[in-house]
């Protein structure tokens, strides 16, 4: 089923070089909002995996809007959690995981979120100076 190897085309792209509109985002937001097992929650994982969220090259609108979108498709997979209590859960999560290396595909998208979201650069101090005025 090509539905299912998509994913493996899709990492090999260079991500590192784009620069998505507001669109571009839109669409990727709304596959990262389907059930998590779905093939366009995959691939909006590793659309935001694989872009360059290094300081500068993307801007912060981008970093932050991801960031809002990514914490809210981890409260509605995940709604018995709730925002206040994730985060001790994902590390719950994360401990059993690496002593049973089984996880469900919903403790695999709380740790993508978190990992992701380390990544992104959200503080005042990640910013410019200009733009930190």
């Known amino acids: 089923h090509i539905g299912k190897l998509c994913g493996y085309l899709l990492q090999e792209l260079p991500w590192v070089a784009w ?13 990262l909002m389907m ?7 995959h691939l909006a994982r590793i659309i935001i995996s694989h ?5 500068g090259l993307l801007p912060t609108h981008l970093h932050i809007s991801t960031a809002i979108k990514i914490v809210q498709a981890t409260v509605r997979h995940n709604p018995d959690t ?5 985060s001790m859960v994902t590390m719950t999560n994360l401990a059993l995981v690496s002593i049973t290396s089984l996880a469900s595909a919903q403790t695999q998208f709380a740790n ?12 005042m101090m990640d910013r410019g100076l200009v733009e930190s005025r």
Do not use: F
């Not at 709730?82 to 994730?86: D, R």
């Open 82 to 86: 709730g925002v206040a209590n994730s």
């Open 112 to 123: 993508w979120a978190w990992e992701t979201i380390s990544r992104l650069h959200l503080h």
């Open 35 to 41: 059930p998590v097992a779905t093939v366009e929650s």
């Open 19 to 31: 620069r998505p509109d507001k669109e571009d985002m839109k669409q990727v937001y709304d596959w």
């Open 51 to 55: 872009m360059n969220w290094e300081l």
